[in-house]
């Protein structure tokens, strides 16, 4: 099983600032026929189910603003909140698909400092 | 717009058998692969089950093969999840999920149910 690990486990962060958020895969989700990323990363606010935010590891959802952007390639992938705002306040997850079975980080939790 | 709507939740004893229904809307159900994913109470997200968009393929997470099945009927639009030989460390949120293709390989989950509790306790 591909392990996704994600760091860090928690971050509090002033509003306007930045949030960056590490996600590390113990093998390649780069599939090497089309060049593509199978790393997914997740939202989920307390009470609610996880909500795609980013998928292809850089692509937005539709409907996600674009403060959101995810980055990397292979095993190393980061998703970056440009300036947080209260409504990020959330657990954010990755997620490989480019294997069953799939597989998530253990989450990171984002805060308001 | 899709909906996934998740019921048969609830507490049974160690050893017993919950059968959980995933009732879907706003796509067409048969050209989407269906996946089950759980939460522990305070804890991250594992994935389960899938299945494909016709139901001859499924796969299992280790931790529920051979006790979990997944199945579907499409003329229900309805997915479903046969938990047997519950366990206590079953104990969960169990969502429903959407993908993003017919076959069950390299599926990204879309849209996602609200979730319905099981709880395995004595």
């Known amino acids: 099983d591909i392990v996704m690990t994600q760091s860090p486990d928690s971050l509090a962060v002033s509003l306007g600032e930045r949030a960056t958020i590490n996600c590390k895969s113990s093998?390649?989700?780069?599939?090497?026929?089309?060049?593509?990323?199978?790393l997914a990363w997740y939202q989920q606010k307390p009470g609610q189910p996880p909500k795609l935010l980013i998928y292809w590891a850089s692509t937005r959802e539709s409907g996600v603003p674009d403060r959101f952007s995810g980055s990397g390639s292979g095993t190393d992938f980061t998703l970056t909140i440009s300036s947080l705002q209260a409504a990020d306040v959330a657990v954010y997850y990755c997620q490989q698909y480019y294997t069953t079975p799939l597989t998530f980080g253990g989450g990171t939790k984002v805060e308001i400092k | 717009e899709v909906q996934l709507l998740e019921s048969g939740g609830g507490l049974d004893q160690p050893g017993g058998s919950l059968r959980l229904s995933c009732a879907a809307s706003g796509f067409t159900y048969s050209n989407y692969a269906m996946s089950w994913v759980r939460q522990a109470p305070g804890k991250g997200l594992e994935w389960v089950s899938g299945i494909s968009g016709l139901g001859d393929t499924t796969s299992y997470a280790d931790s529920v093969k051979g006790r979990f099945t997944i199945s579907r009927d499409n003329s229900k639009n309805t997915l479903y999840l046969q938990m047997n030989s519950l366990r206590a460390e079953d104990t969960a949120i169990y969502y429903c999920?959407?993908?993003?293709?017919?076959?069950?390989?390299?599926?990204?989950?879309?849209?996602w149910g609200q979730g319905t509790l099981v709880t395995v306790s004595s």
């Open positions: 999920a959407k993908t993003t293709k017919q076959w069950l390989v390299s599926v990204l989950l879309d849209y």
């Open positions: 093998q390649s989700v780069l599939y090497s026929s089309n060049n593509k990323n199978y």
